[in-house]
């Protein structure tokens, strides 16, 4: 059974950084390009970023360009998303996803 | 970048009725491969996104087969064919043709008439 399991989502001030992680099991997690979705409270899904399966290629949507890092470990099927200088705007429940399989999200909520 | 209309934003419906949501791509999502990466997925309140169809028309494994898509370059419909209770939600299309950038359509909630 493929799962996805996000964590690292809290309450951060403005400015401030996190990082989440993500645990694929399931499926051979190297084989996959792996993407971070996010969705603002009551909105819909927005891509935030996708790592090629080795790692070497990583692409961002603009608003989040210089202060989110994607990055994955194959040998330990995980994918992870630094996020520095947050911004209100990033509320939102952040997804694992190959688009194909999902994670369950994990909350971030940027607030004073 | 590619943009994915979804219409209509708001569907009724009654239990066995049937209904089509449209997304349209302000691109083609032909491949050069030969393949059209358009694929739907259901959002059930509180819950994440999970696949449906996959590459225009593919139904995933366990998914009813009164889910049904189609469609070509740009234009794609998902259709219902006798909704079920279970079917409630929000339905996005997403587009992976030009990936690395997914593009999701706006969402159709689904509702109870």
């Known amino acids: 059974e493929v799962q996805l399991v996000e964590s690292g989502g809290v309450l951060v001030q403005p400015g401030r950084s996190m990082k989440l992680s993500c645990a694929a099991s399931g499926f051979t997690f190297s084989s996959f390009p792996m993407a971070w979705v996010r969705q603002a409270p009551t909105k819909g899904l927005e891509w935030v970023a996708t790592?090629?399966?080795?790692?070497?290629?990583?692409y961002y949507r603009d608003s989040v360009k210089g202060r989110f890092t994607i990055s994955r470990d194959n040998a330990k099927s995980t994918l992870y998303l630094q996020m520095d200088s947050l911004r209100s705007e990033d509320t939102a429940t952040y997804y694992c996803?190959?688009?194909?399989?999902w994670g369950q999200g994990v909350m971030v909520t940027v607030s004073s | 970048d590619v943009v994915l209309t979804q219409t209509p934003p708001t569907l009724s419906a009654t239990i066995g009725q049937s209904v089509s949501i449209s997304c349209r791509s302000s691109?083609?999502?032909?491949?050069?491969?030969?393949?059209?990466?358009l694929h739907w997925l259901l959002q059930r309140p509180g819950q994440s996104p999970q696949l449906l169809i996959y590459l225009v028309s593919r139904l995933e494994s366990g998914v009813p087969n009164r889910f049904s898509g189609s469609g070509s370059g740009t234009d794609f419909t998902l259709k219902i064919s006798g909704v079920e209770a279970e079917d409630l939600g929000v339905y996005y299309c997403?587009?992976?043709?030009?990936?690395?950038?997914?593009?999701f359509g706006a969402g159709t909630k689904l509702e109870l008439k």
């Open positions: 790592i090629s399966t080795s790692g070497g290629s990583t």
């Open positions: 996803t190959t688009v194909f399989y």
């Open positions: 691109q083609s999502l032909l491949h050069s491969n030969g393949n059209t990466y």
């Open positions: 997403v587009q992976g043709t030009h990936a690395p950038m997914y593009t």
